[in-house]
């Protein structure tokens, strides 16, 4: 008995040593693509080697590669989720029914074969030799020649050819607009491998997850399409389209097409747009980059489109200050695609006939430019995260620039969260975007839910430690793929606070916050909680004689106060469901909350006056 404990003591200590000795690791691809664009029919044909690095502790004997586009056909998997799912996006369906009574069609059931996407792997080898590859939808899965080691590198040589989509989701030919080319999701993409194995997840139009790397790509398209996207145009004086340093001499080449050479540095994906009727404008700003913004040269645009560009400026240097330098050089605001989405290093942004149409979600695609291609996480498994986050900063910049406001957290955004509860539709944040029951508890939990989480937390902590959170989380995690705990555990070493208890209640359950005023007997004030979630509480007691007084009852399992001005009481325990404290002075009135940042889905129990 006494060797068995032995034993096992040396096992568990091994095992503590090895994890608390694990080191961060991620993988790195380096793309160097040309690609030949056949603009009359919508298809092209390129090369592509991917130096790929295996940083990871363990041997790899596959890949796999995302081939999106492929979602765009009859019979695929996002085809089967549109006819299957109660409230498929409006954008990818036709209603054949009523608007008291619809029925929805996938458009993409629909798509004829010159309309359909594709992208197809023509040729592949590791190291010079052919290696065998399976296509299964929107994922190619790759055997390979010879095991990649830890810490070796290996190179894939592909050949391809894609077909673009009629515009349906994101990626597509013609937009609404009639934008011609919105390229994203267009190339054959290595698909991620880190601590939790291989993210070969199917597309379905929902969220990603990118390994980072570098990007050396060239473009030849018909020479009247300006070209906008990731990445630094390397020939500009080849090039013109407004990308060239007009005191000097334009080199044009003759032929039918022009050779866009573009670089982009430590990013995670590369996305582009072309049309012939694009008007292309650059403010540089004083913090630096370059804001390239490139929309339809139509009467109808030109006024909004203009309009946004010292707003987005405004939001740039917000983002800059409020989180962190951006350490690119450029960044493209560019019309294409069916809303908004973030790329690297840019974003497509349909619309534009009124500035109220399109900035508050320039603010929003902008932002993602730290919260998803700075901060990536792993957007898939953790959509609340780049959304939520996302949602949070954007908000607080638009309030102040496009509203005029201040940028102080509140909590309008807080009912769809409330509706969501009420119509018991809500899921987990922990739920993989893709598995969400309806679109509209996924919108919710990312957008909504994910966003209250940080607004939330300016309750919990103070809002000067959220704000210095950010700016840690920031430093920290910049150019990696940072997970719920790694931002829970920069927000407890700047406040002094542990959260664990708020990231499992918040994100991984369905609990909710309901406290109530449960009586009050002279000076005595006796508060419940009704709810399943446990919080800190603010209490605010006016007196008979008109004055008020502000209390604080911190709640034990966060083992610290946030900074406040408050009368602070003894710690409330979770499993205790009342709480009783005295005042000095007769009561008139109590109140629960009246930040109101604390999602409390009853609020009509908050208030108490004494008759």
């Known amino acids: 008995m006494k060797k068995l404990l032995s ?91 009523t608007k008291e009574n619809p029925i929805y069609e996938s458009r993409i059931a629909k798509l004829k074969p010159n309309e359909i996407g594709y992208l197809k792997v023509l040729s592949l080898k590791q190291n010079g030799e052919n290696i065998t590859y399976k ?39 013609n937009s609404e607009d009639g934008i011609a080319l919105s390229m994203a999701q267009w190339y054959p993409k290595m698909a991620e491998y880190d601590f939790e194995g291989w993210h070969a997840d199917a597309y379905i139009a929902r969220e990603f997850h990118g390994v980072w790397g570098d990007f050396d790509v060239t473009l030849h398209i018909n020479k009247n399409y300006t070209v906008g996207g990731t990445g630094y145009l390397q020939n500009p004086q080849e090039i013109g389209h407004g990308y060239e340093d007009k005191t000097k001499p334009l080199s044009i080449k003759k032929g039918k097409k022009l050779s866009w050479h573009f670089i982009a540095p430590k990013v995670h994906d590369f996305t582009w747009a072309a049309d012939p009727n694009f008007t292309h404008d650059i403010l540089k700003t004083k913090s630096g980059t370059d804001l390239h913004f490139l929309y339809k040269n139509d009467k109808k645009y030109a006024k909004a489109w203009k309009e946004a560009q010292a ?180 927000a407890e070493k700047v406040s002094g606070i542990q959260l664990a208890w708020y990231l499992n209640e918040w994100t991984q359950t369905l609990h909710t916050i309901d406290y109530a005023i449960a009586k009050i007997e002279g000076t005595n004030i006796t508060l419940a909680r009704v709810g399943k979630m446990p919080m800190p509480i603010d209490v605010k007691v006016t007196y008979t004689d008109g004055s008020s007084e502000d209390f604080y009852i911190p709640l034990s399992m966060m083992r610290g106060e946030k900074p406040t001005t408050a009368t602070l009481l003894k710690d409330w325990a979770w499993a205790t469901p009342k709480y009783t404290f005295s005042t000095s002075k007769e009561i008139k009135k109590v109140e629960i909350d009246t930040s109101t940042l604390m999602a409390d889905i009853n609020r009509e129990n908050n208030v108490y006056i004494v008759e």
């Open 7 to 97: 034993l096992l003591f040396f096992i568990s200590s091994s095992l503590l040593f090895s994890q608390n000795n694990t080191s961060y690791w991620q993988q790195h691809a380096s793309y160097t693509m040309d690609v030949d664009v056949d603009v009359e029919n919508y298809q092209y044909k390129g090369t592509q080697k991917l130096v790929y690095t295996n940083n990871s502790p363990d041997t790899l004997n596959q890949v796999f590669y995302h081939l999106y586009y492929n979602a765009f056909q009859p019979n695929s998997e996002m085809d089967a989720r549109l006819q299957s799912i109660v409230d498929p996006d409006r954008r990818m369906v036709n209603n054949i029914g």
């Open 135 to 173: 296509n299964e939808g929107t994922v190619l899965e790759v055997t390979l020649k010879k095991a990649i080691k830890p810490g070796e590198k290996v190179v894939f040589d592909m050949t391809f050819e894609g077909q673009v989509p009629v515009m349906i989701r994101r990626a597509g030919r």
């Open 311 to 490: 707003l987005t400026e405004k939001a740039l240097n917000y983002f800059n200050e409020n989180i962190g330098p951006y350490p690119w050089k450029q960044y493209s605001v560019i019309q294409g695609g069916d809303g908004g989405m973030e790329y690297a290093m840019c974003t497509l942004i349909s619309g534009g006939e009124t500035l109220g149409s399109i900035i508050g979600t320039v603010y929003h695609e902008l932002a993602h430019a730290w919260f998803q291609h700075l901060l990536a996480t792993n957007e898939s498994k953790h959509s609340w995260m780049d959304e939520g986050f996302t949602t949070y900063i954007s908000t607080l910049a638009s309030n102040k620039f496009i509203k005029n406001g201040d940028d102080k957290p509140n909590s309008d955004s807080y009912r769809r969260y409330f509706y969501l509860v009420n119509a018991e539709i809500e899921e987990p944040l922990t739920t993989h975007s893709d598995r969400y029951h309806t679109n509209t508890a996924f919108s919710t939990a990312s957008y909504t839910k994910g966003s209250m989480f940080l607004t939330q937390l300016n309750y919990i902590i103070g809002e000067e430690n959220v704000k210095k959170s950010l700016k840690k989380y920031y430093n920290d995690f910049k150019f990696k793929h940072p997970t719920p705990n790694d931002y829970i555990r920069v």
